[in-house]
T-cell receptor, first 113, second 112 residues
C-alpha cells in the first residue's frame, strides 16, 4: 500500500517537554510538509522540505524543528518553546513538478497536560 | 499573498439534493486548485486537483470548476448522500511547486 503514515495517533505532553511526531511516506515524493490545524481554522504551514537535508520555515515555525535525513521521513519536534502546542498535526507529501497533488497522512493529535 | 475563502462555513441539505460548495482566491495567477474532504478527527483526502489550464475536473459524482478571472472555484456533488457529510476544504498554491494556502472549510451535513 502506498501512502503516508504518522505516529503516534495521540500524544500527550507535559509542560516543558519536547516531543517528536513521526511522518513516513512510500510514494517516492520529493516534497514533504507539516501543517497544524486548530478547531474552526484552516491548515497552517509549519515547515516544508523539497529535498533531503534541506527545509524551510512556513508561516508558523516558531517553537518547532524538523529534519530531513531521508527522502521518506520528515519528523517534527514540538519544543518547549511552542507556547500553545495543543492541536492536530498533519503531514503531507507531493511531487515537485507537474501534477503536484498533495496527499495527507492520518494526523497526530497532541495534547499538553 | 494568496488568500483563500470558503463561504458558507456550514451547510445542511436533505439527501438527494445537489451540493454546491464555493471557494474564492485572491491571486488569479494560480497553478492549480485542490479540493479535499476531511472527516472528524481524520486526515485530508484529496478529491480533485484542477490545473490552471483546465476549466473543469470530474470524478464520479464530483465536479469542480475553475474560473481564474473571477477568482472562484466551485465543487458540485450530485445527488448527495449521508456519507457525503464531512468538511470540505479548498487550497491554492502560493508558488509554482506546492506550498498551499487553505480555506477554513465548509462543514456539510446531509440529512436522511
Amino acid at each position: 500500500d502506498g501512502g503516508i503514515t504518522q505516529s503516534p495517533k495521540y500524544l500527550f505532553r507535559k509542560e516543558g517537554q519536547n516531543v517528536t511526531l513521526s511522518c513516513e511516506q512510500n510514494l517516492n515524493h520529493d516534497a514533504m510538509y507539516w501543517y497544524r490545524q486548530d478547531p474552526g481554522q484552516g491548515l497552517r504551514l509549519i515547515y516544508y522540505s523539497q529535498i533531503v537535508n534541506d527545509f524551510q520555515k512556513g508561516d508558523i515555525a516558531e517553537g518547532y524543528s524538523v529534519s530531513r535525513e531521508k527522502k521518506e521521513s520528515f519528523p517534527l519536534t514540538v519544543t518547549s518553546a511552542q507556547k500553545n502546542p495543543t492541536a492536530f498535526y498533519l503531514c503531507a507529501s507531493s511531487r515537485l513538478a507537474g501534477n503536484n497533488e498533495q496527499f495527507f497522512g492520518p494526523g497526530t493529535r497532541l495534547t499538553v497536560l | 499573498k494568496q488568500e483563500v475563502t470558503q463561504i458558507p462555513a456550514a451547510l445542511s441539505v436533505p439527501e438527494g439534493e445537489n451540493l454546491v460548495l464555493n471557494c474564492s482566491f485572491t491571486d488569479s495567477a494560480i497553478y492549480n486548485l485542490q479540493w479535499f474532504r476531511q472527516d472528524p478527527g481524520k486526515g485530508l483526502t484529496s478529491l480533485l486537483l484542477i490545473q490552471s489550464s483546465q476549466r473543469e475536473q470530474t470524478s464520479g459524482r464530483l465536479n469542480a470548476s475553475l474560473d481564474k478571472s473571477s477568482g472562484r472555484s466551485t465543487l458540485y456533488i450530485a445527488a448527495s448522500q449521508p456519507g457525503d457529510s464531512a468538511t470540505y476544504l479548498c487550497a491554492a498554491p502560493t508558488d509554482s511547486w506546492g506550498k498551499l494556502q487553505f480555506g477554513a472549510g465548509t462543514q456539510v451535513v446531509v440529512t436522511p
